[in-house]
């Protein structure tokens, strides 16, 4: 079982960035999600997907990240647009499925 997360990077306030992160077919129908852990601060959940397609958010992201996924891809997404310097964090993924499984994290660091 694999999840591998890609896409981060340095961005300016007010930017975007697209996560990505491969997961293993033999847990992609589980519930997922991005958790978030900014520097001092405890790990958070920032948005899931569960396996019918509904979706949620953190407050603090509502109307600037939205997450999906390409089954055919076994892929999920988190696109993150009018990005804050408060977004700067480590971004995990992670299935629930049966057992609870994380990626190794990217890092999204916004700052002018």
């Known amino acids: 079982v694999q999840l591998q997360a890609c896409g981060g990077g340095l961005v300016q306030p007010g930017g975007s960035l697209r996560l990505s992160c491969a997961i293993s077919?033999?847990?992609?129908?589980?519930?997922m999600g991005w958790y978030r852990q900014a520097p001092g601060k405890q790990r958070e959940l920032v948005a899931s997907?569960?396996?019918?397609?509904?979706?949620t958010y953190v407050d603090s992201v509502k109307g600037r990240f939205t997450i999906s996924r390409d089954i055919g891809k076994s892929t999920m997404f988190l696109q993150m647009n009018s990005l804050e310097p408060e977004d700067t964090a480590v971004y995990y993924c992670n299935v629930w499925y049966g057992a609870i499984y994380w990626g190794q994290g990217t890092l999204v660091t916004v700052s002018s």
């Open positions: 997907i569960t396996s019918g397609g509904r979706t």
């Open positions: 077919r033999s847990i992609f129908s589980g519930n």
